[in-house]
């Protein structure tokens, strides 16, 4: 069994900086390819960043260069930190887990329950 509940989500400033963390409550999270997806209104999900349990790291294009996605294994904790945001990263952003170690965004099969990011002009 498998639980993730993610924290740090609030509203924010256009350039202002947020940090997300996910705890992950499960025996071990060292094989897990870890990920934040994300849902802006009207949008289907998409993924934000993959971190694999090897540490290579995956990031959608218009993240990249202001995200960074990072696991703490021995805490059992996935973070986001995200800087220099725009209105168009208004979404609730997800944590996520990939048991099986696949990295790819189908693959991930544990949800936490999202956290609400709202950047304004």
């Known amino acids: 069994q498998v639980q993730l509940e993610e924290s740090g989500g609030g509203l924010v400033q256009a350039g202002g900086s947020l940090s997300l963390s996910c705890a992950v409550s499960?025996?071990?999270?060292?094989?897990?390819?870890m990920a934040w997806f994300r849902r802006a209104p009207g949008k289907e999900r998409e993924f934000v960043a993959i971190i694999s349990s090897g540490g290579s790291k995956t990031y959608t294009t218009s993240v990249l260069g202001r995200f960074t996605i990072s696991r703490d294994n021995i805490e059992k904790s996935l973070h986001l930190q995200m800087n220099n945001l725009k209105p168009e990263d208004t979404a609730i952003y997800y944590c996520?887990?990939?048991?099986?170690?696949?990295?790819?965004?189908?693959?991930?099969?544990?949800w936490g329950q999202g956290t609400q990011v709202t950047v304004s002009w």
């Open positions: 499960a025996r071990s999270m060292s094989t897990y390819a």
């Open positions: 996520a887990a990939s048991r099986s170690g696949s990295v790819r965004p189908v693959d991930f099969d544990t």
